[in-house]
């Protein structure tokens, strides 16, 4: 049980868990689009362009919504960042965090 609370503490392998459950979930959603007979991902997923103005527009609720969050959080007297994440990268050697493990694929896990 030591053995597993050190793994929460290091950086590395808190990365690497990101990078594949990334990995891993995405290609699960692809294979079960493509499971579905003449579905195009695209199609299905409703991935659509859109224009600039709705996209700041979204860029700017989400800007919000973080002010908000973190807003709130302080108010809370609670940490903005969890403590395993600040022990994590504090941790971690400057490998996968620095392609951004944290913070671009974890959001879409």
Same mark, same amino acid.
């Given at each position: ?6 793994? @929460? ?24 689009? =493509?499971?579905? =007979? ?15 103005? %709705? @996209?700041?527009?979204?860029?700017? @609720? ?26 994590? %990268? ?11 493990? @944290? ?5 879409? %896990?």
């Amino acid at each position: 049980m030591a053995r597993l609370g050190s793994a @929460f503490e290091d950086g590395y392998l808190l990365s690497l868990a990101t990078f594949l459950a990334t990995a891993v979930c995405c290609g699960l959603i692809v294979g079960v689009v =493509k499971l579905k =007979k003449g579905s195009l991902l695209t199609e299905y997923l409703c991935i659509r362009p859109v224009s600039l103005r %709705v @996209f700041l527009r979204w860029i700017g @609720f989400l800007l919000g919504l973080v002010v908000l969050s973190d807003l709130l959080t302080a108010l809370l007297g609670r940490p903005i960042v969890p403590p395993f994440v600040v022990c994590g %990268v504090r941790n971690s050697e400057p490998r996968l965090d620095d392609l951004g493990g @944290f913070h671009h694929c974890g959001p879409l %896990v």
